[in-house]
């Protein structure tokens, strides 16, 4: 097997793992924190607004150091090993104030693992002529799998103390595949700060800051509190799992021929349709939908995920300069992993204390909406600059 062959393979497992991590998390993280610790769910929307909110300042840096010290598996290493080694300790924290602390010490660490690794990856492809998507599906596979055995088995042991012993041990097992990882040969020759300016000057690239923010920040957040939607609707912990593993699953399939599709009708318009897709979602949840209607639609996230991850990704690439690409993907996963994730994770736990969790979805859809129509205006001025089909 050629050396770069053997990379891809083992960029696949680190994605694998990596999303195993976040799916053995995250879509029970509230649950933990309302029925373990005992927390309402504005504290708790506190508490999981602060992973992403940590992003906004510590994934730019991340970027920064990676594009000037030219040692993302190093830092891969760092950040890894101390997210995976503090993910063992979380559970036994007890009170509002600790749990806050205790959390925002693991994301300062794991916040990096994402953006380093999509940065290295995206290199990688375009060096070899290797599909983005082939090697992110394995994320959403990880995720999936992940959502799923650790519904099972929370509901089976009646502890969900797993969640943070599985997130730990599949973050350390990512971490053998890095010596197998590229390296990276570019550096920057211009200041974080200068960097920034240049980025930010882009219209395009402040307008897709923006989209982002308002069409992906609901996605991100329906992962926190999907599971006390699916419990609200009648559903189980191990039904909570089968939710996951259906959404995350149909993700990889699209995922596969994210490019296939991106050449064909243009990379704007797969946004648009799988923005188009979550909007729909989100109302169909505001109206009550019975369980096996949520059940049902979970599938179309191979859509509003699958196809807008990789896109957006390629697009940022595409229109950041090539000794910024780290410093862009870290700023874009800011402010959408980060201002987005955490601004509506934060305001659905308000929500959800104030009215209902259906009501928060009503919300979602309408901000989506609003996305949508920044992603049209983008369409427009990219139209002359020949990025409809960017990526190949």
């Known amino acids: 097997m050629a050396q770069h062959e ?107 693992i994402i953006p380093l690794s999509d940065s290295l990856t995206l290199n990688y492809v375009q060096t070899h002529k290797k599909d983005y998507g082939n090697i992110r599906l394995m994320g959403s596979v990880g995720f999936a799998i992940a959502a799923f055995l650790l519904g099972r088995l929370t509901d089976m042991t009646n502890s969900i103390n797993w969640i943070f012993y599985a997130f730990s041990l599949a973050i350390l097992l990512a971490l053998l595949t890095l010596f197998d990882f590229p390296k990276r040969g570019q550096g920057v020759t211009v200041s974080f700060r200068t960097g920034l300016t240049s980025l930010f000057k882009q219209k395009e690239f402040s307008l897709f800051l923006l989209a982002n923010f308002l069409v992906f920040g609901p996605v991100l957040a329906n992962n926190f509190y999907f599971s006390t939607f699916v419990l609200t609707a009648g559903g189980t912990l191990a039904g909570v799992g089968v939710a996951f593993l259906l959404a995350a699953g149909s993700e990889a399939p699209f995922m596969r021929f994210t490019q296939n599709v991106i050449n064909k009708v243009g990379i704007m318009n797969v946004l648009l349709i799988s923005g188009g897709v979550s909007s729909a979602r989100w109302l169909l949840y505001f109206f009550e939908p019975p369980t096996s209607v949520v059940y049902g639609t979970t599938i179309v996230q191979g859509i509003s995920v699958g196809l807008y991850v990789p896109a957006a990704l390629i697009f940022i690439r595409d229109i950041a300069p090539n000794a910024l690409q780290a410093t862009a993907v870290g700023v874009y996963s800011a402010v959408g992993n980060g201002v987005g994730n955490a601004f509506f994770t934060f305001l659905g736990g308000i929500m959800i204390d104030a009215g209902t969790i259906f009501i928060m979805y009503g919300f979602f859809s309408l901000i989506t909406l609003f996305g949508l129509g920044l992603l049209v205006y983008i369409q427009r001025l990219v139209k002359t600059e020949d990025l409809l089909t960017v990526g190949g």
């Open 6 to 112: 053997k990379t891809y393979r083992f960029l696949q497992v680190f994605y694998f793992f990596t999303f195993f991590s976040n799916g053995a998390l995250f879509p029970l993280l509230a649950v933990f924190l309302e029925e373990e610790k005992g927390l309402n769910h504005t504290e708790i929307g506190v508490i999981v607004s602060a992973i992403p909110l940590v992003t906004v300042f510590l994934q730019p840096i991340w970027g920064a150091i990676s594009d000037f010290t030219k040692n993302p598996r190093k830092l891969l290493l760092i950040s890894g090993l101390a997210a995976g080694l503090l993910g063992f300790g979380y559970p036994l924290l007890n009170g509002y104030y600790p749990l806050v602390f205790g959390i925002i010490i693991i994301a300062i660490f794991q916040c990096a």
